[in-house]
């Protein structure tokens, strides 16, 4: 098996609220702090990959935000005309009006087109090899497989023309295992989980693009180790002023704390093993505990990048 | 900050809300637990106030479903089984009613509705664009959730729905897809991009266009392209005319949004952004809904200062307890251990209220759903969530 982060190109994807783009964030500062020459590219609208650096709104254009690390969001609009620059030699095109209205045309009327010049730009980037690692945020589970389908789509839709002509090289790219991985983002709950097994087989049915890993993210830590369990439990039977006397204070809520963090655990260890065992044999999990953090900001993504570092085994 | 719109605390609640309402349309980022809080929000109304309620459903868990009795996809409208009801101890005095929404299928239906022949509606259907289209067509998930919100409120079977929304890139989408929809179907360039098939006379305006476009995708695609959309104009006027009446439903007086989000910093941001996109377009915000908040007596400072001793000295605690619990050791670890979980807990939970606070603008109704350390599987449980945000 490639190593994550040899590979060229990652897609992260999960469904919303697992925690998709701090794990995106979390593995591009990994290879940055590797030594990898790293860009992160969000695809999302949202707009807020920049919060989990805690530097500058991305744009476009891609910016050095730490050393080794390069961030850019994703304009299909720029992207369509970089491409038209790059591919087309037409260097009016900043200046004709009918852009804008070529580009709604292009990008709404034309299936798999906006796909193609989202994914094509970090394909491009792959091509010509500006970095160890482009790791993309990308859309959720929901979506993904249609934006990786769409160079397939537009090779069977699309019979001449330059758009059609790009579809090769993509293709070559998209489902070379040891250049380009998809990684799912889940969680211990049933929606998450259901998604990720339901992404697995689209992605192996409907795209060319290889698996590289799933993380299970946000995994509660087992609070009580073998045996103590059954010491809690006679705690907890114990008349409630015997412990109020020997702490010296309310021990009702520690309580009620302790067993709610149990209830937790214990019902997300079902959605955890479901994930275990009907995802492909053979796929790599990576674990991410639960984070009782403060903010969601650079602390947090430099944590989740240890942890995902101690996964990998680094 | 100072809430901008908050009248009394206790002005509404959820049930006053739904009693007065007849479209009720749950929206908020994914994950943050929409299609529960829609179903437990129908359940409940169905239960205390009676009538015919409906609860449209997006992407319902397997288990949600199962327990709504959704076993079959598509559009069909299914009566919640009054077994059900009573395996959860109640006696409801309304029905519910629980659908999924097939997206291809209301393309179809659609198409069915509105193709002025027999010829046409099967040329559409059959044409390879058509699925290929509908299925990515930007926002058309949106547009046909709208839409069909619209079908089934008019059609005057229900006294109250209760919508869930797709999850979508962005949450406002789906209040401009009818909108959008409409201004495409009657946009200069479709009118340009079926100007080959129609005459072949290109027009100094689309010339550049054209060229452009020819040398990006090539002229054969363009007029397949150009060639489904001169079919699908023949349902033009049908189609901007009900674009036009969703529009109008969605910022009708009967409707009302309820905005979910758990308290992290991503879905209250968005729920921010659509609280301020549903003010803008002057439709109704009815209530907020918080997901998944952590106990308020993580707070509580006596039980704080009970968990720092737990973590500080917990040999002398263990020393003072009983000495049939276990070996003291192991005795002194668990108690250090729950100490640590109180804390730890503390921090989400403080981090929490803290967001809470700067929630800036507010409805009048704000209901904040606890923590379920299980799964919400079935009507009881959906009952239970209800009950939570309901007075």
């Given at each position: ?98 852009l ?73 790219i998209?489902?070379?295992p ?58 907890d ?46 796929t ?31 | ?56 459903t ?82 058309s ?43 495409f179907?009657?946009s ?7 100007v ?20 990006i ?72 809904v ?86 919400i ?13 309901w007075?």
């Amino acid at each position: 098996m490639t190593d994550l982060l040899d590979r060229k190109l990652l897609f992260v994807t999960g469904k919303g609220g697992v925690g998709k783009t701090t794990i995106a964030a979390s593995l591009a500062l990994l290879a940055a702090q590797r030594g990898k020459r790293t860009l992160v590219g969000e695809i999302d609208a949202k707009g807020n990959l920049a919060d989990f650096y805690e530097t500058g709104p991305t744009s476009f254009r891609q910016r050095e935000v730490s050393p080794n690390l390069w961030a850019m969001s994703m304009d299909t609009e720029e992207s369509l005309k970089e491409y038209l620059g790059l591919q087309l030699k037409v260097p009016f095109i900043a200046k004709i009006g009918p852009l804008a209205r070529t580009f709604d045309f292009v990008a709404n009327a034309a299936p798999g087109v906006k796909e193609i010049l989202t994914v094509g730009k970090f394909l491009w980037e792959v091509r010509e090899r500006s970095y160890d690692l482009i790791v993309v945020d990308a859309v959720a589970t929901g979506h993904i497989a249609g934006q990786l389908a769409a160079p397939s789509a537009i090779q069977e839709l699309v019979h001449v023309g330059l758009v059609r002509d790009q579809t090769g090289w993509m293709l070559d790219i998209l489902g070379d295992p040891a250049q380009t991985g998809v990684v799912i983002v889940s969680a211990p709950e049933e929606m998450p989980v259901n998604e990720t097994l339901e992404l697995v087989d689209r992605l192996r049915d409907d795209t060319v693009v290889d698996l590289a890993a799933v993380v299970a993210n946000r995994v509660l830590p087992e609070l009580f180790g073998r045996g103590e369990e059954e010491v809690f439990d006679r705690l907890d039977a114990l008349p409630e002023e015997v412990l109020v006397e020997a702490v010296g204070g309310p021990v009702r809520q520690l309580l009620d704390g302790a067993e709610m963090a149990v209830n937790m655990r214990r019902t997300r260890a079902v959605h955890l093993t479901r994930l275990r065992e009907e995802l492909p044999p053979g796929t790599p999990i990576l674990y991410v505990p639960y984070l009782f953090q403060r903010s969601h900001g650079a602390r947090a993504t430099s944590q989740v990048a240890a942890h995902l570092a101690e996964e990998l085994g680094y | 900050m100072a809430p901008r719109r908050k009248s009394q605390a206790s002005a509404g609640s959820l049930e006053q809300l739904l009693a007065a309402k007849e479209i009720v349309i749950h929206c908020g980022s994914g994950g943050v637990g929409k299609t529960t809080t829609a179903a437990a929000a129908a359940a409940m109304a169905a239960v205390h106030l009676g009538g015919k309620v409906l609860v449209l459903t997006v992407d319902p868990a397997k288990r949600l479903a199962n327990a709504l009795g959704l076993e079959q996809f598509g559009n069909v409208e299914t009566q919640v089984p009054p077994a059900a009801f009573a395996a959860a101890g109640v006696e409801p005095r309304g029905e519910l009613w629980a659908a999924m929404l097939d997206t291809k299928q209301s393309w179809d239906d659609l198409v069915h509705a509105h193709a002025p022949d027999a010829a046409t509606r099967d040329a559409i259907l059959d044409n390879p664009l058509y699925k290929n289209i509908t299925g990515r067509f930007v926002q058309s998930h949106d547009y046909i959730a709208m839409e069909r919100l619209y079908e089934i409120h008019a059609s005057g079977r229900y006294d109250l729905i209760v919508v869930d929304t797709p999850p979508t890139r962005n949450a406002v989408d789906f209040l401009d897809a009818p909108e959008r929809m409409a201004d495409f179907f009657s946009s200069r360039l479709l009118r340009w991009l079926t100007v080959p098939a129609r005459s072949r006379v290109l027009t100094m305006a689309s010339k550049p266009f054209y060229s452009v476009a020819d040398r990006i995708l090539g002229s054969k695609f363009l007029e397949d392209i150009a060639e489904f959309f001169l079919l699908f104009q023949t349902m033009y006027d049908g189609f901007v005319t009900r674009a036009k009446a969703v529009t109008r439903t969605l910022g009708d007086a009967r409707t009302t949004f309820v905005v979910v989000s758990t308290l992290e910093s991503a879905p209250l941001a968005e729920a921010e952004f659509f609280i301020d996109a549903l003010e803008e377009r002057r439709m109704h915000l009815g209530a907020v809904v918080l997901n998944k908040v952590l106990p308020g007596w993580f707070l509580d400072k006596g039980t704080t200062a009970s968990a720092q001793r737990l973590c500080s000295a917990a040999d002398e605690v263990a020393a003072a307890l009983p000495a049939d619990l276990g070996d003291p050791a192991q005795v002194s670890r668990v108690l250090q251990e729950v100490g640590e979980s109180f804390l730890n807990f503390q921090v989400v939970a403080k981090r929490e209220a803290a967001t809470r606070a700067e929630l800036s603008s507010v409805p009048e109704v704000v209901a904040a759903v606890p923590y379920f350390t299980h799964d919400i599987t079935d009507l009881e449980g959906l009952l239970e969530l209800g009950e939570k945000i309901w007075r």
